[in-house]
């Protein structure tokens, strides 16, 4: 990798955070209503922790920590380097204030440019560019976890007035089903571009011929299922998806509200009203397993979608895919606390592909795994047919 | 009551609860680490919607609402005014800011001045006493919460280096027993001065003879029960207190902590060694009764408190005693909003007398009567021991 | 005590557990719903333990136990003499059968016989009587317990077509208030007779004037609440009570069910409509208050109950009064394991006052302090008024 | 399918459920101490009703049910045919007793007959051996469930003392990895015999060369694991392996006890110590998944497990795979209440291959897919590793 892309693009990414936390007062920056929503200062101290404790503390001579309890406060689960603080709780981090940890980020910057500027070895540039990837996750999680903290407020505030990911059309509306034959397949990553360990592994895949929509599920195409009963009746459902929506009283995406006979959704621009033509999003794996159940299709799984990925509209939304999160073959766990990052969760998640308009541009390609809980619905994830 | 001295005290506590929250940053106004902590800025908000909706609402002629909106944030609990905002979720109010919640106080303090100028009736005098004694009750919970919220996080803030509460010494050193004599005593409020309603209905109560100690327990006490194994014996304790400390672990006060084997406590001016002869503090009824009961004391009832109040040391710890808070012969509630002030929290929770070193000044009073589930221990609470 | 009263006395109480479980399938003797029901065996098992422990083990020469790992599975909560068995697992005891535990029974009767015969020392007969009163104890809960197991299946079991409790008229049906002037009574138990420890320390209490309903609440009033919409205005409740009537979705008392728009209750009979004249029952302390708050009224003071007993009709329902269970002055715990019978649960019950009709000849008494959390409605519990 | 074979499998597979249970007493055949378990009783009953259900009621003409409630008792989780009873009561339905369970079995039996001899049409062949293969299954829930049921008494209740699965010993003890070669794999199900619907959809799988153990992990191996201090490191533990073993102080597997300072495990024939060259049992997919990471293996995928299944000694433990619970392509649901058999439950559930020593002999095949929930431990589950 050549040094002086890398130090581009570690300052662009790392402008970037600042960019998206721009329109947020001090306050808005701390709020955690749900534990797995992080406030925006805790993103931005967290991903400046990252480099200090994966480069800075490790690979530049003479580096003496910012502060040497923040550990215990921006340690997100990386138990190699000491006990994480409680989760729950990051919201409630009013110390160090806003204004130190943007010097924290200043600091660690100056620090990591020093060591771009002192030949940094291959595994010190290869742990960098995770760190900007890394930092680009939190960018889609810290807009997302706005969005949340935000729609809980009745004064509905509003991030942006542009917003993001309020009533994307897709590029075509016609809905087409793709072709795939039977054959063999190639998955996962390889070359020399960024990847994460959970792509690795590239390998083959037979898989029988199947059909793949073009498109995205629409607003409306949601809306005839809300209509047509569909989250009353149980056949349509995954056990643990029924028991989910019951006990939670799920009738709707999440942040759609009926206001005057209209359905609305809070957006990161306000309170809008739904466009039937625009993409669905904000909603769970269980109720995308049971939207394909009523239409008479199902969800792709991840290898399908890789091997249609050039042929399908993709990038708007998050695609739940009939994939449980597991290793690839020859999935290998590095010992350092690196490691920790991906394999650790590989149990009770669903695997999404694509991207999503929250996503920062360079970050998607069609080997990415992203992965969650069934039950979340915080991100733009949305449905892609398969039959 | 003279509407001048009205005048004046509405301006003295209405200007106490800014000079308490001055040394907090406006990210720590909104810190709310547990469910029953109340953040800073809520506290100033809350109480000036007291004023506002009790008073300014139906009794100012013209007068329009600051924002009205505020009524779904910072009702706490009053059903009649329609549904509180989720009390988890008082630390994720972003907005309004803190600044324009102060801009909401100076509107309202501006009103209610126009109200006092407008010959209030007697009723609307009442009312605004009782808003101020409010306001008071909240100025305790302001510190006592923002100790709490505090005290998680690794950086020990300091609320103040002078600090509230830490290290608190009895005016005498000798540990005395008042005897008291069987007979009639007089419980409860009457005259003039303000009261709360659960005061009211002043009765005569008989007590057989007995014996309370003139002094509140120190920490060298108490630590003599930690260290007699208190914790781990079952006979010292209620089956639910016993319950309560092995679910949760608990083997000392809250804040305790042992750093290099020497006895700390977080307080308000950071973490500070424990000082034998202060007033032990921040433990809870099932505690206090334990303590006592290793002791062959018992805790005494608020009958017997109010009986002896004229001739203990009291005002530095709340003293838990040995009542459950229920109605006075002859309580009544009002049909209003204030009604549920009092009068609907009086199941499962313990009587506690006295004030504390956070209480305001003249907010104390003999006939007072605090209440708090058995389990809490943020409040500045100690032990008074009876026989 | 006389010795032959004794022996006749432990003979009829020991009896009557068996007549009562007379109707019941080995299967039905081991039914346990939830945590705070027992099994019937249980019941038998664990009041003839109570007798091995505390009189045989430590009294009768020679005795050795039926079974030594019997305290594993029947003691209760004496913490003094082990670890008790997990107390949500009692109905999963299939062994010992309950063949078994009637041999245990006639073991342990048998040595109770010899004990009686080698001239027992006071102690001895004291704790033999406690026995049996604590036997009595259960034989109620046995009742309301079998009760509450029948009642969650459908087939709608039936334990006597005679019944227990079904349809209790008033003795009197006009409804009267007794007045009871101001002065000073006599609360506790003195003298002779067999009284729990709880009762002792007989003392004065000074009471103001009231009023106490001579009658118990019947059904037909208690409809009268239901219809008013009782159950939907906060207005009425106890802010504890208000929150458990909503999260359990509360609208009625327990048992009772609308069938083709009749009133029903399962009862001890099977499934029987509503009689409106009958005394109401299986109602929870937070209902009785609020249904109380509703008629103007409020529930009377334990001690105001004992003031009145004499001149009220009562023995068909357990009252519910709105005192806390705290212990009376100089109340004393015994340093043995029967210590452990009733202190350590004076915290979060309310007093219950009176009888039942599922009560044991012979174990009421004015003095009878029963107690139960507030939200227990199984037993055969009824509201009194007062004012 | 020949008829007479499908009544005399009938037969055999009925009685062998009364073999099983024959020796337990009545009040053994209701235990249920947790909800994932059911009584012996409800077994013997469910599995009647699906018969009842599924072909009697609409298929053998005139035929009228039994108990027109037990459908409200014994219907597990059919949706389709009403609202299914509490699970978590299952233990607490003494009515029907057990007598009138096996005159159930009885009448169903002869109506079964019945329809056998009234020329059933293929598909009432088929759903009849699918409710002789549902009775199967259940017959290994049976045991397993007695067995957990009865682990939780101190008196170690012995179900018989030949005991099913203590101490079995492996066929050869020479540990041996079998290699298999990349290339095309065909898996599930086709032919004649009986299969799960999940097994159908026969498919090519492309697999790449692994090696798999010919042996399943012996104690001996689980024990180096434990004393290497293997539950104490993270970095062999799924992250949410870590938080189950640490929430619940999970430090071995299920049963296990230490006595005197050795191993034992309460088995079918009572407390027995642990044999050291047997194979492994009660784990779960956490456990299994960080022994394997431990050895620096994995777990084989259940395609790898059925292209190996010729060359491997099996059906001795559930094996756990690292897969989950998925659709294979082409999956179709039934429109009838049979359609829930199975695809509800394709979330949150990890599938084990092979068959255990509890399972009925004739019920298993190298295609079938068990699946649990990856923390449940009372299958006799196993460890195969790969790499």
């Known amino acids: 990798m050549n040094i002086n892309d890398l130090v581009d693009h570690y300052k662009s ?5 600042l960019k998206l936390t721009k329109p947020l007062s001090s306050e808005d920056h701390n709020l955690q209503p749900e534990t797995f929503v992080s406030p925006a200062k805790w993103h931005l101290a967290h ?44 919201g409630n981090i009013s110390r160090p204030s806003l204004e130190e940890v943007l010097q924290y980020r200043t600091f660690v910057d ?43 407020n009745p004064l509905n505030p509003i991030y942006s007035i542009n917003g993001i990911g309020i009533n ?46 073009k498109q995205l599920v629409a607003n409306e195409e949601y809306l005839a299922f809300i209509e047509d009963g569909g989250y009353k009746d149980f056949k349509f459902w995954l056990d643990d998806g029924w028991t989910w929506i019951n006990e939670n009283s799920i009738e709707w995406p999440l942040y759609w509200e009926k206001i005057d ?56 939304r998050w695609e739940w895919t009939n994939s449980a999160y597991l290793p690839y073959p020859g999935f290998e766990i590095s010992p350092n606390a690196v490691g920790e990052y991906n394999g650790k969760f590989m149990s009770n998640q669903m695997v999404l592909r694509g991207s999503s308009i929250a996503t920062p541009n360079g970050h998607s390609r069609k080997t990415y795994r992203n992965f969650f809980q069934p039950t979340l619905r915080w991100q733009f994830n949305g449905i892609r047919l398969a039959k």
Request: hydrophobic content about 35%.
């Open 47 to 90: 991903t400046t922790w990252f480099f200090e404790e994966m480069l800075l503390k490790p690979g530049l001579k003479g580096y003496k920590e910012f502060n040497s309890l923040f550990v215990k406060l921006f340690n997100s689960y990386y138990q190699t380097v000491g006990k994480p603080f409680n989760r729950a709780q990051r």
């Open 261 to 316: 006979g209209n359905w609305h959704s809070y957006t990161l621009a306000g309170m809008k009203p739904i466009e039937p033509k625009a993409i669905l999003t904000h909603i769970s794996y269980y109720e995308a397993n049971a939207f394909a159940a009523w239409k008479g299709c199902r969800l792709p799984t991840e290898f399908e979608w890789e091997a249609a990925a050039s042929k399908i509209n993709w990038g708007k």
């Open 168 to 213: 994307v059309i897709q590029p075509s509306t016609s809905n087409e089903w793709i072709d795939i034959e039977e054959g063999m397949h190639t998955i996962g990553h390889s070359g020399n571009g960024f990847c994460f360990d959970n792509e690795l592994g590239q390998h083959q895949v037979f898989l029988p011929s199947f059909k793949i929509s």
């Open 110 to 152: 100056e620090h990591m440019l020093k060591l771009f500027n002192s030949s940094p070895t291959n595994e010190q540039k290869e742990l960098a560019e995770l760190g900007l990837n890394h930092e680009q996750q939190h960018q889609e999680l810290l807009l997302t976890d706005i969005k949340f903290a935000f729609s809980i």
């Open 13 to 17: 990414v790392r402008n970037y955070s």
